[in-house]
């Protein structure tokens, strides 16, 4: 083996969380701007053409272009806009209803390119994201993570 070669590698982020609510009201919580401010937070608005805006004070503005619709159990944003190497990343949420009558959200943002610099970041913040879209899902109490 050539200890020189390089190897190109995409790198993926991978989270998983059981919530207690059937898979429609998790997806309504990624589908309107008034519930992604509640569990997210930032300024969402509408950015035109299948998408969200997210301003946030003091910080990065992302834009995810709202992927058509693959399946009633998933939601795909695709980053079109936003700090670094998250341009042309894919965020994917898949919904599997459980028997116990909670639903296991399968979330995957993959495309980044090295497993440096924003990939480590946005690690970080889709798992506490991704407990706080539960903990809105489950309640409908309103505790956005970035303000």
């Not at 590698?9 to 990624?30: G, M, N, Q, S, Y």
């Not at 990065?60 to 980053?79: K, L």
């Not at 919904?95 to 946005?122: M, Y």
């Amino acid at each position: 083996m050539n200890k020189n070669a390089e190897c190109s590698t995409v790198t993926d982020i991978h989270h998983e969380i059981k919530v207690k609510a059937d898979p429609e009201r998790v997806r309504t919580a990624l589908g309107s701007r008034e519930a992604l401010e509640a569990w997210h937070g930032g300024a969402v608005s509408d950015a035109g053409g299948g998408g969200w805006r997210f301003d946030f004070v003091n910080g990065p503005t992302f834009h995810w272009r709202i992927a058509p619709d693959t399946g009633e159990n998933d939601v795909t944003w695709c980053c079109v806009d936003g700090p670094g190497d998250s341009v042309g990343t894919e965020a994917k949420f898949t919904f599997i209803p459980q028997t116990d009558g909670r639903t296991l959200v399968e979330f995957r943002h993959s495309g980044w390119p090295h497993a440096g610099g924003n990939f480590r970041k946005c690690n970080t913040h889709w798992a506490v994201l991704l407990h706080q879209l539960r903990q809105y899902v489950e309640t409908g109490a309103a505790a956005p993570v970035f303000n």
